[in-house]
């Protein structure tokens, strides 16, 4: 996952990379169909995904701004060839912003 926040904008938006199996097994047990990359787009594995950031944020007691209010599924994770992580699997902010803006 891959939070980004703006002093310009009133949110956060997340980029997440969701594990294909556990991705695939709450679509299977909520009746949806299709291939990995439709689940990532599916507006209800995107609520799903993001009820369960709000959850992890309300156990941790996070306050309303640091709250992620939106969510891009990729179902491609960060890699080296689209410059995206460094040799040490650290993520390159910078190029992360331009990619996914």
């Not at 996070?62 to 960060?78: C, M, N, Q, S, T």
């Not at 992580?85 to 390159?92: D, N, Q, V």
Request: charged share 30%.
């Amino acid at each position: 996952i891959w939070v980004y926040g703006n002093s310009f904008e009133s949110f956060l938006v997340a980029v997440v990379n969701p594990n294909k199996e556990a991705l695939e097994s709450w679509a299977e047990g909520n009746g949806i169909s299709g291939d990995f990359e439709a689940l990532c787009e599916n507006p209800k594995a995107k609520e799903y995904i993001l009820g369960e950031l709000s959850k992890t944020g309300k156990e941790k007691k996070l306050k309303g701004f640091e709250f992620i209010r939106a969510v891009h599924l990729d179902p491609v994770p960060f890699d080296m060839e689209r410059d995206l992580i460094t040799p040490t699997y650290k993520r390159k902010r910078p190029q992360l912003l331009k990619y996914y803006q």
